[in-house]
């Protein structure tokens, strides 16, 4: 069973770069989820999509965008990479609990 | 969001069994209580969840208090595998909508020594 992928699984980028981290779900889930992660810390939600059709704020959306392309995909978008960005980036999905998660995006931002 | 509050590690032996505390006390009544683990660069795995009565699964055990201000998860016999970061997260039992994220703290790291 795939579960929640996520790609790339490693990334590194150029302050100022844009990119799309892909997640897809073979759940048929409603929610999916994106946090971030960084060093020592728990994860934090950046964005959320109760179903599809709708997405939220969670409590660092800033620097950010998202797009649920469907029910199986929920796309996070960083427009102008900065480093406070460089973290590890978490896709999750339920529905509704207990959310499963990807094996997450290291992320690089130089 | 109700709050909760771990220590910050523990450690253990192989095959001894293990109490992870949790205290809750500003828990709603309608607040079910999870428990979720992250092993060493992956990400998080669900391991367990109650309301008001004691659970069991293949993984681990959940002891609720009697007032639930508090909760203990139970690794019966600890292996080597079981080494990581352990999150104990309230969530309202209306999972839909806002209602369904979850917010994590920074868990406790659980080691275990052969």
């Known amino acids: 069973n795939a579960g929640v992928t996520q790609t790339p699984k490693f990334q590194v980028l150029k302050t100022g770069q844009s990119m799309t981290l892909q997640c897809a779900q073979d759940?048929?889930?409603?929610?999916m989820y994106w946090y971030r992660q960084d060093p020592g810390m728990g994860l934090r939600l950046i964005y959320y999509?109760?179903?599809?059709?709708?997405?939220d704020k969670g409590e660092v959306p800033n620097g950010y965008n998202v797009s649920r392309l469907n029910k199986r995909e929920f796309s996070l978008r960083l427009e102008s990479a900065a480093p406070s960005q460089t973290s590890v980036y978490f896709c999750?999905?339920?529905?509704?609990?207990?959310?499963?998660f990807g094996d997450g995006t290291r992320l690089s931002i130089l | 969001d109700a709050k909760t509050t771990q220590p910050n590690s523990m450690e253990s032996n192989e095959e001894e069994p293990v109490h992870l505390p949790c205290n809750h006390s500003?828990?709603?009544?309608?607040?079910?209580i999870h428990w979720y683990r992250q092993l060493p660069s992956q990400g998080p795995e669900y391991v367990i969840h109650?309301?008001?009565s004691n659970v069991n699964n293949r993984m681990a055990s959940l002891a609720i208090a009697e007032d639930r201000k508090s909760s203990t998860l139970i690794l019966h016999r600890a292996t080597l595998r079981d080494a990581a970061v352990y999150y104990c997260?309230?969530?309202?039992?209306?999972?839909?909508?806002?209602?369904?994220?979850?917010?994590f703290g920074k868990g406790i790291t659980l080691s275990v020594r052969p």
């Open positions: 999509s109760a179903s599809e059709g709708t997405t």
């Open positions: 759940m048929n889930h409603n929610s």
């Open positions: 109650g309301l008001t």
């Open positions: 997260i309230l969530r309202e039992a209306h999972y839909t909508g806002a209602n369904s994220k979850l917010t």
């Open positions: 999750a999905s339920s529905d509704p609990a207990p959310q499963h």
């Open positions: 500003t828990i709603s009544g309608t607040d079910y």
